[in-house]
């Protein structure tokens, strides 16, 4: 009787724990919802810059897959490769689609989804990892509350829900590398190859050190032991070797083309002038310098004080504390492996002079693992408090309010996000509506054109078409492409039938590109250029560029085409000191044969007007059919 009693108390308080774990993780979940909808409710655009936005270039290949796209293809140049990851995008345009909804609304429906999976993911994790619902709730918190939400990219996704679950599987594997632990880490590893190329890569080198440590490393009874027992080692083998088979398998939709088609041969342009110069020394102390700052040093909001305070408890933790906990040990590791991964560069790019984009690495792999160690600091530091000795109630007492404080100082760190991201430049810029012209626009291509359908304009003025509309571009921003598009023949073919003399080469170009349309609007001059009182160009922001060579000038003087040559930076975004630059020939604005009709007039008779918008009595829009060139 006395057994079958303790066996329903402890059944009575595994039930109230299991209650209480999901009172926990609802009460998270619903405070996330509701600021993600005071962060959300007021918007009626994305947060972002029309022209050149990351958010409005996703946008784009939402719209590409809402209207019919294939995922797998690029949302703005036809026959490419998606320049953002197909994940985010495929999951967004089908609920869009689906539900024939705005692809913004569905940006934002998708938000809450990726949100709430998020926290469920690090919610069920850390409790795993140090057995406390206390300690999920303040990893929860200090992870998404400040600044992830709302998430309306891929890049976000994967540093929010992706990679998280990559680390909570990882654990389910190394703890029990069984069938079905395998299937789910090769999924989660083949949705992380779907969704960003870095996170891709650097979660392959970090299955690769968990192979290392927990499979060679930890079991070198089985690999090193002589005689050598080839079923024993084939049996802790085959666990990786189906993760790494689903895995690959998934990632393979999108990476098929670059290994077996393109061999990573990608334009040397997109490499060295739109990314940082990681060969720069002093750009390399100062990533140095500010990982160490923010992570253990920040003191400018009380999150950032939280988080330097706890996680450099966690980090002398891992040197003075005596614990072979699975759950601590894998922190530790992860701890090691992300900032090896991270600071990879030091080695790579200074000897081997390439890198796998460092900033991208700790942003993804890093700062998640280090929302770990900081709860292991809080571990520590209440495993601490513990060791005082107190009455019973006393400590029960010290110990929910030791938590309190923390989740509400984290509380107080939240609001401090909400008001800086309420004041966000272009947070309000989200709040205000997008040009009319632009938005008509929208609507007329949308009802009489294909997806598919290819428009001609100037760079800029292109991506904030292809963002509302999902219809391909033949010139656009370059950095947001895939670093395999040939954008050189594209800028100089644009330039050409733009400016050109030759009425037979702009024909040829238009049939070989395919191009059904020809937009303008009052923005396009000034998204190239702009000009002082005198008419002289005092700067510039996204023209037609080509990289300097003799062969592109003989073209040009062929065509009789005005340019100028300057040793610059090639991307309005990537300038300044950390950039390289370069020779550049700017397709010059004396080409413009006027404000509303900056083409060559050899043009208009391929040119049929099918649409204009006007303000105030003035067009400040116009769209062109492409005919005639059958």
């Not at 490769?81 to 998708?110: E, H, M, N, Q, T």
């Not at 975004?573 to 083409?599: E, V």
Request: glycine share 6%; with cysteine; proline share 4%.
């Amino acid at each position: 009787m006395d057994n079958e009693k303790s066996e329903e108390i402890s059944a009575d308080k595994a039930g109230k724990k299991q209650i209480t774990q999901c009172l926990c993780l609802a009460g998270v979940v619903i405070l996330l919802v509701i600021v993600q909808f005071m962060i959300v409710s007021p918007l009626k655009y994305l947060p972002s810059p029309l022209y050149g936005g990351d958010y409005y270039y996703q946008l784009g290949q939402v719209n590409h897959v809402k209207y019919g796209g294939n995922p797998l293809e690029s949302g703005n140049i036809n026959g490419d490769l998606p320049g953002y990851f197909v994940l985010y995008s495929a999951c967004v345009g089908f609920i869009a689609r689906v539900f024939s909804i705005d692809a913004i609304k569905a940006d934002y429906i998708f938000s809450y989804l990726v949100t709430i999976l998020s926290a469920i993911v690090l919610f069920f994790m850390i409790k795993k990892l140090f057995k406390d619902v206390f300690f999920s709730i303040m990893g929860v918190l200090v992870f998404l509350i400040s600044g992830t939400i709302p998430v309306m990219k891929n890049t976000i996704m994967a540093h929010a829900l992706l990679i998280p679950a990559l680390l909570l599987f990882i654990y389910y594997f190394i703890n029990k590398p069984s069938v079905m632990n395998s299937i789910f880490l090769g999924i989660v590893y083949g949705l992380v190859g779907l969704t960003h190329s870095i996170a891709f890569i650097a979660a392959s080198f970090l299955l690769l050190a968990v192979f290392i440590y927990y499979g060679m490393i930890r079991k070198k009874s089985v690999i090193f032991k002589k005689p050598i027992q080839f079923k024993k080692i084939l049996e802790m083998l085959w666990p990786y070797a189906l993760v790494l088979v689903i895995g690959v398998a998934i990632a393979l939709l999108w990476w098929f083309k670059p290994l077996f088609i393109y061999s990573f041969s990608q334009n040397s342009f997109y490499r060295d002038a739109l990314l940082p110069n990681w060969g720069n020394f002093s750009y390399q102390f100062r990533f140095i310098r500010d990982f160490l700052t923010t992570t253990f040093f920040s003191f400018s909001s009380v999150r950032a004080a939280l988080l330097s305070i706890f996680t450099s408890i966690g980090i002398i933790g891992f040197f003075i504390v005596k614990n072979d906990n699975l759950g601590i040990r894998y922190v530790r590791f992860l701890f090691v492996t992300s900032l090896i991964l991270t600071f990879h560069f030091l080695f790579t790019q200074n000897i081997l002079n390439f890198n796998f984009a460092p900033n991208y690495v700790q942003y993804l792999i890093l700062d998640p693992v280090i929302v770990l160690v900081f709860v292991f600091g809080i571990y520590i530091s209440y495993q601490f408090i513990k060791k005082i000795k107190l009455e019973q109630k006393m400590q029960a007492f010290v110990k929910y309010a030791f938590f309190s404080i923390i989740i509400l100082l984290l509380l107080v760190g939240q609001y401090q996000a909400y008001v800086s991201f309420k004041n966000d430049k272009w947070y309000l810029a989200g709040i205000n509506p997008l040009p009319s012209n632009l938005l008509a626009l929208r609507d007329y291509l949308v009802s009489n054109t294909d997806v598919k359908d290819t428009i001609l304009t100037a760079n800029e003025v292109g991506f904030a078409v292809n963002a509302l509309t999902g219809r391909k571009l033949v010139i656009t921003r370059r950095a947001q492409n895939d670093p395999w598009t040939d954008m050189e023949s594209r800028e100089l073919a644009a330039a050409i039938i733009f400016y050109g003399n030759d009425s037979q080469a702009k024909k040829e170009l238009l049939k070989k590109y395919d191009i059904h349309y020809l937009y303008w609007d009052t923005f396009w001059i000034q998204s190239e250029y702009s000009f002082n009182d005198q008419g002289q160009v005092n700067s510039w922001f996204d023209p037609i560029v080509l990289f300097d060579s003799a062969d592109k000038r003989d073209i040009l003087q062929k065509y009789n085409i005005s340019y100028f040559s300057q040793n610059t930076w090639l991307d309005p975004a990537a300038r300044g000191p950390d950039f390289n630059k370069f020779d550049f020939i700017f397709i010059s604005p004396q080409n413009y044969y006027n404000f509303t009709h900056p083409w060559n007039p050899g043009l208009d008779s391929y040119l049929q007007e099918v649409w204009n918008y006007s303000q105030n009595g003035q067009v400040v829009s116009r769209l062109y059919k492409i005919t005639g060139i059958d």
